[in-house]
C-alpha cells in the first residue's frame, strides 16, 4: 500500500468523489466537465507544521483553483499549500 506524506507546509486532502450521475431538475445530465468543483474535502494528512490549526480528520474549506491532484491506488487526492485553507468546518450546538 502506498501513502502520500506532505512536505513543505502542504495539505494531502481526499477528493473522492462518489459516482453518482447529476441531474437537472427536468432530466437533462450533467456532463463531469460542466459540473462546479468541489471546494471542500477531508484532510488526509498533513506536514510539519508549527501551531497548525487542521488536523487529519477535519474537513476543510480551500481556494477553488488550488493544488495539485493526483490518484493512488484508486483514491483521487489534491495536495494543497497549506495558506490555500480558508476555513475548517466545525459542528457547532443549536441554541
Do not use: C, W
Not at 506524506?5 to 456532463?31: F, H, M, R, Y
Not at 493544488?67 to 450546538?93: F, H, N
Amino acid at each position: 500500500m502506498k501513502e502520500l506524506q506532505p512536505l513543505n507546509e502542504n495539505v494531502l486532502l481526499d477528493v473522492s468523489e462518489e459516482e453518482t450521475e447529476q441531474k437537472t431538475a427536468s432530466g437533462i445530465i450533467i456532463p463531469d466537465s460542466a459540473k462546479e468543483k468541489r471546494k471542500m474535502a477531508q484532510v488526509v494528512a498533513i506536514s510539519e507544521i508549527e501551531n497548525s490549526s487542521v488536523k487529519p480528520g477535519d474537513t476543510v474549506l480551500y481556494k477553488e483553483f488550488s493544488g495539485t491532484e493526483t490518484e493512488v491506488d484508486g483514491k483521487k487526492y489534491l495536495l494543497i499549500p497549506y495558506s490555500d485553507i480558508l476555513a475548517k468546518v466545525v459542528e457547532t450546538d443549536s441554541i
